[in-house]
């Protein structure tokens, strides 16, 4: 099941869906932008989910497949990418579940 929250106010309008069942999904990231570590909180994941970074490019930059030890939260080391802006992306086999904008900085 899926509700969706509305706000209304005099100056600004902000909507958002919240998901109630235990869909994979990235629940929250930090910090954004980041420059060495980027902390993931996942929830909803199995076996079959990865993930995924991405530049804008549609090029995988790093990879973290979830194995039955993953926790829900995983900081990943980004030395070896570049600045930029990319998607985090986690996948359940071939299917994208959810997606965020990330920058990294140098």
Known sequence: PISFDVELTK???????RSYDNSP?????YPNPAATILTVHCEG???QSSLRL??????????MDITPSFSTVQHIPLETVGAGVYQLVLIEGERVV??????IIR
């Open 98 to 103: 959810s997606a965020q904008k990330v920058v």
């Open 45 to 47: 994941i199995n076996p």
């Open 25 to 29: 999904q990235i629940s929250k990231f």
């Open 54 to 63: 991405i530049n804008m490019m549609g090029i995988e930059q790093l990879r």
């Open 11 to 17: 100056s600004t309008l902000s909507a958002g869906i």
